[in-house]
């Protein structure tokens, strides 16, 4: 999708979010809160769901998640990285000093 060379966007960001502004957001809002898991297990789609379960087990103990998300290739496998954002920065921080090279199983460390 391209925008005419002319197009003039002049719908601000207030009449199109308006709920998220009222919130006054900032960029850098949730940055401290978000950690990348490099190491996890690359799976097929018929067995994400139970990655995700056990993600959520492992790393739930730290504080409540409030997003995820498994980047996957063109076959719809996951890449083996995650990104997970805590509801707080302390929650991102314990997560990462207690699983640095923990060891999900045999062939798997976080």
Known sequence: FDDPEDFVDNVSDDELMPEIMKQ???ESDGVDSVIVVDGVPVVGTDRVEKLKN???KTF???G???NEHYP???EGKTKGYIFLEFSSP???EQAVLAMNNY???KTHTF
């Open 72 to 74: 996957m290739d063109d």
């Open 90 to 92: 302390e929650n991102a």
């Open 103 to 105: 060891k999900l199983d």
């Open 64 to 66: 409540k998640l409030v």
């Open 24 to 26: 006054k957001p900032r």
């Open 60 to 62: 739930g103990k730290f």
């Open 54 to 56: 056990v993600i959520r």
